[in-house]
């Protein structure tokens, strides 16, 4: 390919044989693709020049010299990928907790009850099942055109939004907004990864932590603007323009590999089978957890099934993926290494516990402290500008020093000290406690979205940065939405104990309405009480939510302790351009089928040699040792 092609391609081609050149493949069902551009041995031939078998991975992910394509963007190109990048993580952050402060407007809009919780769950639910296989897309048919699938599901998603005119179709709706979103996320940080050097992504990664953090601060504020000023559609209707012109930017300026794999012979070398597993897995797993104590009784048929089922499901991917998939959604080799293992149980952690301070403290806020849905929003500012400042500065830090685990370890210390200091919140209104000790966690919370990502990437092999960074947009969302479950079941078992003490107070009927499964969606009810039965029930929920924050905060020392087996290792500032596409992903297959091989015969090489010494060892014991014969 000439220079004139590699830039318009927008990575710099080597001057040696390069396997992208011939990345359109015939790809048959047996034994991938065909073309000449593979083989096990013999020749190959690209654009004249001729190479024999499959050059190591290593030699496709070719550092950059100089003049690569990091180095030839402009600040301007920089600056307009990254506002393009930012604002898609802006729209899929903010449709997580916009809605939160429309949900009654909308129900009463809808005359619906049940489809209540269902609005904000079904952009959670699909958002997490969806993660783990837009990684693996990615990797087959190249990051732009991946992205920009995302980025058109999430714009039709939210024009369904918009216009829906019944429940079922909005909850639906939500549900093709959530596979978008998800895909949106993921894609932009695989994107960083793939535009910038190990050393210089931390303070992209550090952005797109900071726009995420805002973006689910304000949602609750718009979404409470939108509902009450203007109509609640808008708050799906923002998402349109902002989208048209993300997609038209991305189409202009963003330049990766883009391999041009037909979409059939993709289509066939997709794992299915592990995508359906995980998708089906999580949806199971999750909404068993999303039914229990609120639809269905925790013993029940339904829920124990669900959740059974799910974890029988969880297994059957795992089993497909080390032994069957061809190109597996999420290989397990990820798994080989204790600081990736340390990496991902501390992001697990962290999304645990950080759900917490956007999900509970706004219940805080209005059942104990009387603060209406979106003043509740204003008071967690604290939290969310403190979050989003300290993301921004860890990804510089790391940038200027290279060193990925202080952040780490200090935010997760600052976490666990941050929400330990929740506990404390009482049913008076301190200001200064309310506002410092969310500093305090929210200082924690932000080095953690982004540095844990960087130690995981600089432990796998380029050609896995891909699905490695799914993996773990699949692991937060997972945690979050598991947290939620669980916190959710802490709480209305503390305010279950609180039912007598409810009952000598308020009476039956508001001491149940105000215990166990019904307490979360009976705020609204505390101020409607007189003044001393008004101070029980605030107490009650004081407490409960005391205990909620004793359970987070022991996760979050898990969590800190976990991030202590991260291993350093210093940051490459060389940028490696990255190739994808089906031929990438067949010599990866192949390369590593013969480093498993050549493993296997050094182990057996060492077995025979080890028996060897113990054969030797046993004839000189006999004195069977035959004179002159040299000994192992």
């Known amino acids: 390919m000439d220079s004139k092609k590699a830039d318009e391609a927008g990575t710099q081609r080597p001057s040696t044989v390069d396997r992208a050149d011939a ?157 978008g979103g998800g895909g949106l996320i993921i894609l932009v940080n695989i994107s960083i990864s793939d535009l910038f050097s190990m050393r210089n992504r931390g303070k992209f990664f550090g952005m797109v932590g900071m726009v995420w953090a805002l973006a689910s601060a304000v949602g609750p504020i718009l979404g409470g603007v939108f509902s009450s000023l203007v109509s609640w559609r808008w708050c799906f209707y923002i998402n349109l323009p902002i989208t048209g012109v993300v997609f038209i930017l991305l189409t202009i300026f963003l330049h990766l590999d883009n391999p041009k794999t037909p979409v059939w012979d993709g289509l066939k070398a997709m794992d299915w ?51 069957f998939a061809r190109y597996p959604v999420m290989p397990l080799r990820l798994f080989n290494h204790h600081s990736n293992i340390a990496a991902l149980g501390t992001c697990f952690c962290h999304g645990f516990v950080f759900i917490a301070g956007t999900y509970y403290l706004p219940l805080y806020f209005q059942a104990v402290l009387g603060a209406t849905p979106l003043l509740s929003g204003v008071y967690l500012l604290p939290l969310a500008l403190s979050l989003s400042f300290v993301s921004a500065a860890s990804g510089i830090f ?97 305010m279950e104990k609180k039912y007598p003490r409810l009952l000598a107070t308020l009476g039956p009927q508001t001491a149940g309405a105000l215990s166990g499964g019904s307490a979360g969606a009976s705020v609204g009810l505390v101020d409607q009480l007189p003044a001393n039965q008004k101070i029980v029930a605030r107490q009650a929920y004081s407490e409960s939510l005391q205990t909620m924050f004793i359970m987070y905060v022991t996760f979050s020392g898990l969590g800190l302790f976990i991030s202590l087996f991260i291993s350093h290792k210093n940051l490459n500032k060389e940028h490696q351009v990255t190739k994808t596409g089906l031929v990438e992903e067949e010599a990866k297959r192949k390369e590593l089928q013969e480093k498993k091989k050549e493993s296997r015969e050094k182990i057996s090489e060492e077995k025979r040699a080890s028996n060897e010494v113990l054969r030797a060892q046993a004839r000189k014991e006999n004195g069977e040792v035959a004179p002159g014969k040299a000994e192992v």
């Open 23 to 179: 990345s359109t493949p015939s790809f048959s069902s047996k034994d991938g693709p065909s073309n000449e551009s593979i083989e096990e041995s013999g020749h190959r031939s690209v654009n004249g020049v001729e190479s024999t078998g499959v050059r190591p991975i290593a030699a496709q992910q070719k550092v950059a010299p100089r003049d690569s394509p990091e180095s030839q963007r402009s600040t301007l190109q920089t600056v307009i990928i990254m506002l393009s990048l930012c604002s898609s993580v802006f729209l899929a952050a903010l449709d997580t907790t916009i809605v939160t402060t429309a949900l009654p407007v909308i129900s009463e809009h809808f005359q619906s009850n049940a489809g209540y919780t269902w609005i904000g769950s079904a952009y959670l639910l699909a958002n997490a099942a969806s993660t783990p296989s837009w990684g693996k897309f990615s990797d087959i048919w190249g990051r732009k055109p991946i992205l920009l699938l995302a980025a058109a599901i999430f714009f039709i998603g939210s024009t369904l939004c918009a216009t829906s005119v019944s429940i079922g179709m909005l909850i639906a709706a939500r549900a093709v907004q959530g596979v």
């Open 398 to 494: 790391i940038k200027k020093t290279g060193k990925y685990l202080p952040p780490i370890w200090f935010g997760m210390f600052l976490m666990t000290l941050g929400f330990g200091l929740f506990i404390d919140f009482g049913r008076e209104a301190h200001w200064a406690k309310i506002i410092i000790f969310q500093i305090i966690a929210g200082v924690g919370v932000g080095p953690n979205f982004q540095a844990p990502l960087i130690a995981l990437q600089n432990f796998v092999a380029p050609r896995d940065i891909g699905v490695a960074t799914s993996t773990f947009g699949f692991i937060r969302n997972l945690s979050t939405s598991i947290s939620v479950v669980i916190g959710g079941v802490v709480f209305q078992n503390e």
């Open 273 to 323: 089978a592990g995508s359906l597993a995980i998708i089906g897995g999580t949806l199971m797993l999750l909404l068993g957890l999303e039914f229990g104590g609120i639809t269905h009784p925790w013993g029940s048929a339904t829920v124990i099934c669900l959740i059974f089922f799910g974890i029988i499901t969880a297994g059957l991917f795992i089993l497909n993926e080390w032994k």
